[in-house]
């Protein structure tokens, strides 16, 4: 009994046999790595690698129980339809190695050039078989056993041959021989390469055995597959008179490309593949039309044992409650939402209601308004029509004095006179302008007129006042165009309007009129008219508000703030 407890018991591993179909080669390195890595002993084997048999058929040898399992490839389709029980377990090489190779010098361009030529073709050479017959060559070449000899090409016996894509062309490469090869994928020929299989007695009688033997298998190729440099190291080693370093590589490499592990799964097996392939056998006569295939694709045992999933069911059963706890929620929330929606409804027809009831309001205040300004407007215009009358009185009066005959000194006051009452006739204009405005019916007058008069016409009018102060009173417009089109009246009312204020406002110094050509265009002017004085100025605070309507810096009688220096901008045309 201490025995047994200080020493663990060893279960004794099962003897299997693999019979391989090729001599040692990197294409065998996945059962070679499942081996040496212990993937074989850790499934409870003990795996032997038996070396191919010249002659022998592998098929025959795993049927009669000589060997557990071997290597073949697509052929065992006709294997199994000749009566023998095999089973494809994996499909390692999901292409074929096979090929056909013709000698460069014969001038075969396109494997049309073959036709009456003579073709070796090895025993399990079925893939170049239907390519030959997909391209319409069969019957059009001559086939003779190929015994694996280049030299037979060489001379002349044959202009091509079959070969292996691992192996044969690397030793063509490495002597040197140039060569043309036709690849039968070019026409859809499509063979699996390389097939690990058994019988249907072992499945059935050693059911766990297979599966595990299977997945230690393509087990061993993973590694493989990712340890290259070493399983060549290996190889190297154990088989140094077979192989070469180099060949090795060059195997390595074309049996990634054949296996393609990045994109198919190690050993996976197409049903459709399978199929096509039992329909290209049939068109060569080699199988029967429709040949049942459910003898031949291994199917894995299935197991129910849901211990590994138990983490997902409870993950699965936690987010369930999570929902349902959500779903509640939601539930709650929606109709809290309802509830909160009829209020809000409710609320909206009251609002409503207000709305219209203060929108009713404000129409009935806006059309007194409007009534009240456009009663407004007649009365401006009708004291504005009164007030016309007696001024027209007065220009005509002066207009009798000036005709009867009266001194320079009574002409030029006349003349201040009929200036003052034409400025107040431009007020009662600016009048009926403002409430024509405010009725949107203001339009500017466009005439032509003479700058120069204007701006003298405006120094006339406030001379006197300028001069009783002791205030000088200059034109500048010599920077603007003689003659100009738009409103006379608006403009020489702004003028008077700004130096009348710079006259009130200054108290020593002098007043500048002044006109400033800014930018033309075609017959378009933008003038700077500026009326400048050395008044008190305007506090920077007020400066902003100016120019609103009837606003004015300070509003008290005693008022002593204005502008230093009014500056305005006008567009207007000069009329050439």
């Known amino acids: 009994m201490l025995l047994m407890l200080a020493h663990p018991i060893v279960q004794a591993l099962e003897t299997v046999t693999l019979q391989l179909h090729d001599s040692p080669q990197f294409g065998f390195a996945g059962y070679y790595a499942a081996q040496i890595m212990g993937f074989y002993r850790a499934a409870g084997f003990e795996v032997r690698l038996l070396k191919a048999q010249p002659g022998v058929d592998g098929a025959d040898l795993v049927t009669r129980g000589a060997a557990d399992y071997g290597l073949g490839n697509a052929g065992i389709l006709l294997q199994q339809a000749q009566g023998k029980p095999v089973v494809s377990l994996a499909a390692l090489f999901q292409h074929s190695r096979r090929c056909l190779v013709a000698a460069e010098d014969r001038h075969i361009d396109t494997v049309h050039d073959l036709a009456g030529r003579t073709i070796l073709l090895s025993p399990d050479a079925n893939s170049v078989l239907a390519y030959l017959h997909t391209e319409g060559l069969e019957g059009k070449v001559k086939i003779l056993p190929n015994l694996g000899k280049w030299a037979d090409v060489a001379n002349g016996k044959a202009d091509a041959m079959d070969g292996l894509i691992t192996r044969d062309l690397d030793d063509l490469n490495r002597r040197g021989i140039r060569y043309k090869v036709f690849r039968p994928t070019s026409a859809g020929i499509d063979f699996y390469g390389q097939v690990l299989f058994t019988t249907r007695q072992r499945i059935r009688d050693h059911p766990h055995q297979v599966e595990a033997f299977r997945a230690a298998s393509l087990k061993g190729w993973r590694y493989a597959l990712d340890h290259s440099q070493e399983m060549i190291d290996w190889l190297l080693t154990h088989y140094p008179q077979d192989n070469f370093r180099e060949d090795l590589e060059w195997e390595a490499a074309q049996t ?60 699965a059963l936690a987010l369930i409650t999570l929902l349902g706890g959500f779903a509640f929620y939601v539930f709650w929330l929606n109709a809290r939402l309802r509830r909160q929606a009829k209020e809000l409804a409710h609320y909206r027809h009251r609002l409503e209601h207000l709305v219209e009831e ?174 400048r004085d050395t008044g008190i100025g305007v506090a920077q605070e007020v400066r902003t508000r100016l120019f609103a309507a009837f606003e004015q810096a300070d509003t008290s009688t005693t008022r002593a703030t204005a502008a230093p220096a009014w500056a305005w901008s006008s567009p207007v045309s000069w009329r050439r």
């Open 256 to 315: 990634r490309r054949l296996m393609v592990p990045d994109l198919v799964e190690i050993g996976y097996q197409n049903p459709d593949r399978w199929r096509h392939i039992a329909d290209t056998l049939a068109d060569l006569h080699l199988l029967p039309r429709d040949y049942p295939l459910h003898d031949l694709i291994y199917a894995p045992p299935t197991k129910f044992d849901l211990r590994p999933y138990y983490p997902y069911l409870a993950a």
């Open 358 to 531: 203060r929108t009713e309001q404000l129409t009935k205040a806006l059309s007194a308004a409007e009534a009240a300004a456009r009663a407004k407007s007649a009365f401006l215009a009708n004291m504005s029509h009164e007030i016309r009358t007696p001024m027209n009185a007065l220009f005509g009066f002066t207009h009798m004095l000036h005709r009867d005959g009266v001194t320079p000194e009574q002409t030029e006051r006349l003349s201040k006179i009929g200036d003052a009452a034409q400025h107040l006739l431009a007020i009662l204009s600016d009048v009926l302008d403002l409430s024509s405005l405010e009725a949107g019916k203001l339009q500017l007058e466009q005439t032509d007129f003479l700058l120069g008069a204007v701006l003298d016409q405006v120094r006339t009018m406030i001379l006197d006042a300028a001069q009783a102060k002791g205030l000088s009173v200059t034109v500048d417009g010599d920077q603007a165009p003689l003659w100009l089109c738009g409103d006379l009246a608006r403009l020489r009312q702004a003028l008077f309007n700004y130096a009348n204020n710079a006259v009130k406002f200054t108290e020593r110094g002098a007043i500048t009129l002044h006109a400033l050509l800014l930018r033309e265009q075609g017959d378009q002017f933008l003038v700077r008219f500026e009326v």
